[in-house]
C-alpha cells in the first residue's frame, strides 16, 4: 500500500524499520537508506524472509540536499522518514519540498557546527528573545509551514518518544479527561542496567550536548532557565522504583506551549545515576563535550565525535540492558469545575525489546512511535498541508496504534506528584 524511504540506520532506525516490516500491510516496500550503506544491507539480510515488505537499500549522506533528491526520484516513495540525526533535518525537508514528498521526524534541528557564524547569530538573538540557550528549537523548522502549505504536503516533527508519545498523551489528556490543563511535568526514567560504567543510551554526541546544557521550564508564559542539573526531585516510577531526576530543558516543552491552551507550566525530568552525572562533569570539564574541531597531530579532530568513537555503541547495549522504562506525564487541570491530576505512562521492559527485535528499549520506545507516526501520515490519517507537530492532531487512532505495537500506556487517576529542590 505504501513506500517509505527512511534515512538512517541506526538504533532507532533499526527498530522502526523492524516495526515497519511487522507492518507490511501498511508499508509494502521500503529503502533503507543511510551513509554506511554496509549496515542497510545487513539489516535487509536480518529481516528478508521473515516478513512480507520488500526491502531495497541504498547509499545517501543527507548532509547533501541533491542526494537526497536523487534517491526520491528514484525510489519514488510516498513520504520519507529521517532517523539519522537532527543535523540532517533541513536537508530532508529541502528535498522533500523539492521532490513533493511528507516528512517525518523524531527530533527537532540541530546545528552539527555551533561554532559557525551564521548560525551563531541568529542563535544568540533566539536567546535572547525567548530566553533559553538550547542549541535546538523548533523555530527552523517551522518556518517551512508556508512552504509545505503551498506544496500541498506535510511534515510530521517530533514523533519519537519524548517527544512524540508525550506530546500525543497530552492531546489525548485534553480531549478526554480535561476542559483545561494547566501542568504537565514530562517525566522520563530509565531504570536500565547496562553494567558499562559510563554509556549513553542513544547517539553520544546528541545525548550528551543534551544532559550538559542548561535546563529550562515553561511558565506563566514565558522560558526560566536553570544551571544544568540546578533542580532535582525523586519520584516513585510504578514497575521501577524510587529514583533522583533532574529538570532539563527539552524541545516538546517549546511546541505544548504553542498548542496546549491556557497551559501554565511545563517541565520535564530525566533520571540520572550519580555514576553517569560524575562521568559526564568530568568529561565536560576536560574538553571532551566540545564540537568545536581541534587540531591534534596534524588532523582536524572534534572532540566529542572522537568520545562517540570511544563510547559503546548503543545499539550494542540491547543484549547486557536489563530493567524497565517508564515514561509519561502527570497533568493537573480542571474538568467540569473540579480539579483533577492524571498520569498517563508507559512501561517498557529491555529485556522484553531485544528479544523481539535486538535492541534496547531506549531505540525501542523511539522506534516503534517514528513507525506509527509514518503509518499516520501514509494511511492518511494525519494528513494535511503544512508542518506540524504530534499534539496538533486527532490522538485517538496514535494511542490505538501505541497499545497494538507495543507500547502500551496505563492512566493512573491518583498518582504522586513531583516535589523539586534546588542543588547547591
Ligand atoms: P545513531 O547514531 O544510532 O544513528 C544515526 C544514523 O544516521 C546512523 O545510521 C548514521 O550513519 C546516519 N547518519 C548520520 N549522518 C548521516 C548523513 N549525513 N547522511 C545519512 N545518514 C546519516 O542515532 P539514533 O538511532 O540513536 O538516533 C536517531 C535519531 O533519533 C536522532 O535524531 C535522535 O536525536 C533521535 N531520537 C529521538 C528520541 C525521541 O524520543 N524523540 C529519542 C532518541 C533519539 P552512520 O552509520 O554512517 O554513522
Not at 292 to 301: C, K, L, R, T, V
Amino acid at each position: 500500500m505504501s513506500r517509505l524511504l527512511v534515512i538512517g540506520c541506526g538504533g532507532v532506525a533499526a527498530v522502526a524499520i523492524n516495526k515497519c516490516c511487522q507492518n507490511s500491510e501498511v508499508f509494502t516496500d521500503i529503502c533503507i537508506a543511510s551513509r554506511t550503506k554496509e549496515k542497510c544491507d545487513a539489516l535487509k539480510a536480518k529481516l528478508e524472509g521473515k516478513t512480507k515488505t520488500r526491502i531495497e537499500t541504498a547509499r545517501v549522506d543527507a548532509d547533501h540536499t541533491e542526494e537526497v533528491i536523487a534517491l526520491i526520484k528514484s525510489y519514488q516513495p510516498d513520504a520519507v522518514l529521517n532517523v539519522a540525526l537532527p543535523y540532517q533535518d533541513l536537508t530532508i525537508m529541502d528535498a522533500c519540498l523539492a521532490a513533493g514528498v511528507d516528512y517525518i521526524d523524531t527530533a527537532n534541528y540541530e546545528s552539527e557546527d555551533t561554532e559557525d557564524p551564521q548560525w551563531r547569530a541568529i542563535y544568540e538573538k533566539r536567546c535572547e528573545e525567548l530566553g533559553f540557550t538550547a542549541y535546538f528549537d523548533y523555530s527552523w523548522q517551522w518556518n517551512y509551514r508556508e512552504r509545505f502549505e503551498k506544496a500541498n504536503i506535510t511534515a510530521l516533527l517530533g514523533t519519537g518518544f519524548d517527544p512524540g508519545v508525550t506530546s500525543v498523551f497530552s492531546a489525548y489528556a485534553l480531549k478526554h479527561y480535561f476542559d483545561e490543563i494547566h501542568t504537565i511535568d514530562i517525566l522520563d526514567c530509565n531504570g536500565g542496567d547496562h553494567g558499562y560504567p559510563f554509556a549513553t543510551n542513544f547517539n553520544p554526541e546528541i545525548n550528551l550536548r543534551e544532559v550538559s546544557a542548561n535546563g529550562s521550564y515553561w511558565e506563566d508564559g514565558h522560558w526560566i532557565e536553570t544551571k544544568p542539573m540546578e533542580l532535582k526531585s525523586r519520584y516513585n516510577f510504578p514497575e521501577v522504583g524510587e529514583k533522583d531526576m533532574y529538570l532539563l530543558h527539552h524541545e516538546e516543552i517549546e511546541s505544548l506551549a504553542k498548542n496546549i491552551p491556557g497551559v501554565k507550566r511545563i517541565r520535564f525530568f530525566m533520571t540520572f545515576g550519580q555514576s553517569y552525572l560524575t562521568h559526564m562533569k568530568c568529561l565536560e570539564n576536560v574538553g571532551m563535550l566540545s564540537t568545536a574541531p581541534i587540531e591534534f597531530n596534524g588532523q582536524s579532530i572534534v572532540p566529542i565525535q572522537f568520545l562517540k568513537a570511544l563510547l559503546p555503541d548503543p545499539a550494542s547495549l540491547g543484549p547486557r540492558t536489563v530493567g524497565k522504562t517508564n515514561i509519561g506525564c502527570i497533568f493537573t487541570g480542571i474538568k467540569d469545575g473540579k480539579e483533577k491530576t492524571i498520569y498517563i505512562y508507559n512501561v517498557c521492559d529491555h529485556q522484553e525489546c531485544y528479544k523481539e527485535v535486538e535492541s534496547q528499549a531506549i531505540s525501542y520506545t523511539t522506534g516503534v512511535p517514528a513507525m506509527i507516526g509514518a503509518m499516520m501520515v501514509v494511511t492518511g490519517q494525519w494528513k494535511k498541508p503544512g508542518v506540524f507537530n504530534v499534539e496538533e492532531f486527532d490522538p485517538d487512532p496514535y494511542m490505538e496504534a501505541l497499545n497494538k505495537w507495543g507500547l502500551p500506556w496505563v492512566v493512573c487517576e491518583d498518582p504522586e506528584t513531583v516535589t523539586v529542590w534546588r542543588q547547591e
